[in-house]
């Protein structure tokens, strides 16, 4: 078992910066795959970022490309996400998920492990 917890959510002027977190335990850190998904109302989750065990491989989605960055410290069990120049369109509660197998990364249905959410409001 995982347990995931995120953090650093709030409302924030377009084009401002959030650094949202999200503490893992329950299973050594190191071992397992790591995403960020968000989802808005009235609309489907989708995956926005991932990083893999060893930190060596990540992928974005297109329109946070350049905008958000996925970076994981083992020591501290934690991954985050730098979000910077947020657009209203990035209003969404944002979610941490986690794999231990190999699995494809975009599809929500492959992580095993979720957190509650955090939500993320970005003001015009």
């Known amino acids: 078992q995982v347990q995931l917890v995120e953090s650093g959510g709030g409302l924030v002027q377009a084009g401002g910066s959030l650094r949202l977190s999200c503490a893992a335990s329950?299973?050594?850190?190191?071992?397992?795959?790591m995403g960020w998904f968000r989802q808005a109302p009235g609309k489907e989750r989708e995956f926005v970022a991932y990083?893999?065990?060893?930190?060596?491989?990540?992928y974005y989605l297109d329109s946070v490309e350049g905008r958000f960055t996925i970076s994981r410290d083992n020591a501290k069990n934690t991954v985050y996400l730098q979000m910077n120049s947020l657009k209203p369109e990035d209003t969404a509660v944002y979610y941490c998920?986690?794999?231990?197998?190999?699995?494809?990364?975009?599809?929500?249905?492959?992580?095993?492990?979720w957190g509650q959410g955090t939500q993320v409001t970005v003001s015009s």
């Open positions: 998920a986690a794999r231990v197998n190999s699995g494809t990364y975009y599809r929500a249905s492959s992580f095993d492990y």
């Open positions: 990083i893999n065990r060893s930190a060596g491989r990540t």
């Open positions: 329950g299973r050594t850190f190191s071992n397992i795959n």
